[in-house]
């Protein structure tokens, strides 16, 4: 249960990684750092974009970050220097109530 006075709020980062490989070691980075509590890896995805004036459609691997609030754009700006893509699609969705108990693991994994 969380303490009277602890904040409920996470944040989500999305982002999408070219292989597998990739946003799996992203992953155990962020979580060796401590910028992040948790991280889910979601099957392959056909993602369709414009890239220098053509229409693409390739295989990325989506993956879901969580941490606390006040480490979201440390670990934003880590996944950006870690990944190979020259603008690689980050999207912090926002920040969101979690379960107390929840959001309290978040806080301290990310302490």
């Not at 070219?18 to 946003?23: D, K, L, Q, V």
């Not at 890896?41 to 693409?56: A, L, Y």
Request: proline share 5%.
């Amino acid at each position: 249960m969380a303490h009277k006075g602890t904040s409920t709020e996470i944040a989500l980062i999305y982002a999408v990684f070219p292989t597998a490989g990739e946003g799996h070691d992203v992953c155990r980075k962020l979580l060796s750092e401590r910028l992040i509590a948790c991280a889910n890896r979601f099957p392959m995805v056909i993602s369709h974009f414009r890239w220098e004036g053509e229409i693409e459609a390739k295989e990325e691997h989506p993956v879901l970050f969580k941490t606390s609030p006040q480490k979201a754009e440390a670990a934003m700006q880590r996944i950006a220097a870690l990944h190979r893509y020259k603008v690689p699609a980050i999207v912090r969705l926002s920040h969101e109530t979690a379960l107390p108990a929840y959001a309290e693991w978040v806080a301290a994994e990310t302490a």
